[in-house]
């Protein structure tokens, strides 16, 4: 069994900074890219930022400049610092990690179970 446990969460005002955490445990072999999606009311799940195992990243342009994603290869670990938030900022955050759980699976998705970020004053 996996799983990915998000915390971090939370209410924050607009210009305000957030720090999302996630790790992965139980039967792992390998993670490949790891990921933070995002849900807002109505709206489809959107990919907001990932990072590979190499360390190559990719953003949303709406958060380029404002978040950064990080992750700890040892830990099975993704972060993602949120500055400057907006209130369209505001949605379910989803952690994501692309992994293997033994040598001979082929990748697959798994998922956190959410964290709700509110951007309001």
Do not use: H
Not at 83 to 91: E, G, I, R
């Amino acid at each position: 069994q996996v799983q990915l446990v998000e915390s971090g969460g939370g209410l924050v005002q607009p210009g305000g900074s957030l720090r999302l955490s996630c790790a992965a445990s139980g039967s792992i072999f390998r993670i490949n890219a790891m990921a933070w999606y995002r849900q807002a009311p109505g709206k489809q799940r959107e990919l907001v930022a990932a990072i590979t195992r190499g360390g190559s990243t990719n953003y949303a342009d709406s958060v380029k400049g404002r978040f950064t994603i990080s992750r700890d290869i040892a830990k099975n670990a993704v972060s993602l610092q949120m500055n400057s938030l907006k209130p369209d900022d505001t949605a379910v955050y989803y952690c994501n990690a692309d992994l293997r759980r033994n040598w001979a699976d082929r990748p697959d998705d798994y998922w956190g179970q959410g964290t709700q970020v509110t951007v309001s004053l």
